[in-house]
């Protein structure tokens, strides 16, 4: 049984950083696809950014060229780098992983495990 614990939320001013851990147990996902999502209160989980089995990555467009997604693959551990922080990333941020493929990669449906999620707060 896979096992995702996330790590690394908090509250944080707007313009600020804060990096996410999510590390797994139970199994190695290095051939896995791994990826953050978000849920904000009232909303539908949303995907974040995702790295494929393949090594390629793949990010929100309200997300890119502030959050990086990396994973380190000989510690079961993937990372979400969040730079410029708005009051709209406000949200419990999910780690996932499983296999979907390139056309379901944002749906979260598709992917098969999650973590129990962490709180990030943006707020003066």
């Known amino acids: 049984q896979v096992r995702l614990e996330e790590s690394g939320g908090g509250v944080v001013l707007p313009g600020g950083s804060l990096r996410l851990s999510c590390v797994a147990s139970?199994?190695?996902?290095?051939?896995?696809?791994m990826g953050w999502f978000r849920q904000a209160p009232g909303q539908e989980r949303e995907f974040v950014a995702a790295?494929?089995?393949?090594?390629?990555?793949h990010y929100s467009d309200s997300v890119k060229g502030r959050f990086t997604i990396s994973r380190d693959k000989a510690k079961n551990s993937v990372f979400l780098q969040m730079n410029g922080l708005k009051a709209e990333d406000t949200a419990v941020y999910y780690c996932?992983?499983?296999?979907?493929?390139?056309?379901?990669?944002?749906?979260?449906?598709?992917?098969?495990?999650w973590g129990q999620g962490t709180q990030v707060t943006v707020s003066a």
């Open positions: 139970g199994r190695s996902l290095s051939n896995s696809a």
């Open positions: 996932a992983t499983g296999q979907p493929i390139l056309s379901t990669l944002r749906d979260p449906r598709y992917w098969s495990h």
């Open positions: 790295i494929r089995g393949g090594g390629t990555y």
